[in-house]
């Protein structure tokens, strides 16, 4: 019995579909590349994303502590700049020690200045103190009509590098200064603060300068 036999139209037709099966699948190889490429994208992306993001969140601590620092120094300067010392008045003060930590600069300021956190004439001091390894910069309040007790410490900011007020005598800056001997009070007072936004970076810093006021012409 013979074979029926094919023309040329369904010949044709027989060529096409089996092109079509073919056209619908992928080999184990082809499969298997895929996903390497795919998996080599997914990387890249994944690592771009950390990358960035770790970025975006060192830009975010900076910014936090550069304005913490700046707030901080604003006020530092509104108080000082509000300072009072007058010799016949002995409650009254200003007194700039220089001090360190290891070779970082620990300045330990005290005087009397109008606040609004104290009815009257506020006694103020600001110093640095160490804890847990790391410097904090400490501030303290209280009456300066009080005679016993002791007033108020706040911490204000911690792992700081160094803590530096100078007074300007002339035209020099000091770190020491004693209106019970000087008679007078500085003409300017200039703060600076160096911290670190993370630990290992390189730490930056920050300064004002204050010029008191009281008994001055505005």
Known sequence: MKSPQLGGAGAFRMGLSTARCGDQGFTLLEVLVALGISAIIMT???SAFFLSRKAVDAV??????LQESRALLDIIKREMESALYESVKPYTLFKLEDRDYYG????????TSFSPL???LAKI??????????????????????KT????SIELMEDVESFTVEARYGDKWVKTWDSAESNSMPEEIR??????????ETPFMVYDVARPRYGKPL
């Open 44 to 46: 890249a992306l994944y």
């Open 149 to 152: 007790g002791e007033p108020k």
């Open 125 to 146: 001091g600001y110093s640095v103190e160490e804890g847990d390894g790391k410097l904090v910069l400490k501030k303290s309040i209280g009456s300066a009509f009080a």
């Open 60 to 65: 975010d601590d900076s910014l936090l502590r």
């Open 104 to 111: 970082k600069q620990a300045s330990r300021v005290s005087f």
């Open 191 to 200: 703060v600076s603060v160096k911290v670190y936004t993370k630990k290992g």
């Open 118 to 120: 104290i009815p009257g």
